[in-house]
């Protein structure tokens, strides 16, 4: 079974351009997690998808960052226009349903953003 | 307010050597759940052990075990035996329950690299 799978693996950019990063989860998987390390420091959390619904942006930085789900399948997170501290490594996961509890989430192997 | 705590920043041993990987959690909830990921060269974030908060019993898989003491509210651990393939970062995290509307997000600590010198 394929696992997360995360393009490109590197984008370098120019300070106000655009940048869109993908993310196909592991099939069947409902939940659909975003997450950013910025130079050593800890792994945050973006937002959570269920399927194509947002269940939580909270960690997403400012309206720069916009996320997609479209048809519950891959995701996509775009950074319009990236700025210095937009560089890092966003990784995503992806887990299957659960209503109680927990849920054990799979990483991709991430994409590391480098705004210049 | 959650937070895990990875002291340790960078650690170096000597294939063989036992090490062990500290870390503590502050949650003010009653039910919650511990992760460990490894995190090799190649980038990726492997998981390697999840555990609630009412199973306090230590998990030994292989070379590795964990030791989950909520007294003390760490969750700390071991590789014996260690081989250069341990080689990585590894991260702890920490979950609240998840009761439906609500969102699993895992909080993490800093990592500690792992050095495993031949």
């Known amino acids: 079974e394929a696992g997360v799978t995360q393009f490109p693996s590197h984008s370098v950019i120019e300070k106000g351009q655009t940048v869109t990063l993908r993310c196909d989860p592991i099939s069947g998987h409902d939940n659909l997690y975003w997450y950013r390390r910025v130079m050593g420091k800890e792994i945050k959390f973006l937002l959570h998808?269920?399927?194509?619904?947002?269940?939580?942006e909270s960690g997403m930085p400012n309206n720069r960052f916009l996320a997609e789900r479209t048809g519950g399948t891959y995701s996509t997170l775009k950074v319009q226009p990236a700025e210095l501290e937009d560089s890092g490594v966003y990784f995503c996961a992806s887990s299957q349903e659960t209503t109680t509890g927990t849920d054990t989430q799979y990483f991709g192997p991430g994409t590391r953003l480098t705004v210049l | 307010a959650q937070k895990v705590t990875q002291a340790q920043t960078e650690i170096s041993v000597v294939e063989k050597e036992d090490v062990t990987l500290d870390c503590v959690y502050e949650t003010r909830d009653t039910t919650y759940y511990l992760f460990w990921y490894k995190q090799p060269p190649s980038g990726e974030l492997v998981f390697l052990i999840r555990?609630?908060?009412?199973?306090?019993q230590n998990e030994i898989s292989g070379r590795y075990s964990w030791n989950f003491q909520k007294s003390t509210s760490s969750f700390n651990f071991t590789i014996t035996a260690s081989q250069v393939v341990d080689s990585a970062v590894y991260f702890c995290?920490?979950?609240?329950?998840?009761?439906?509307?609500?969102?699993?997000?895992?909080?993490f600590g800093t990592g500690t690299l792992l050095a495993v010198q031949p």
């Open positions: 998808f269920v399927k194509e619904s947002k269940q939580d």
């Open positions: 555990r609630n908060s009412f199973d306090e």
């Open positions: 995290a920490l979950s609240e329950a998840w009761y439906g509307g609500a969102t699993n997000k895992l909080i």
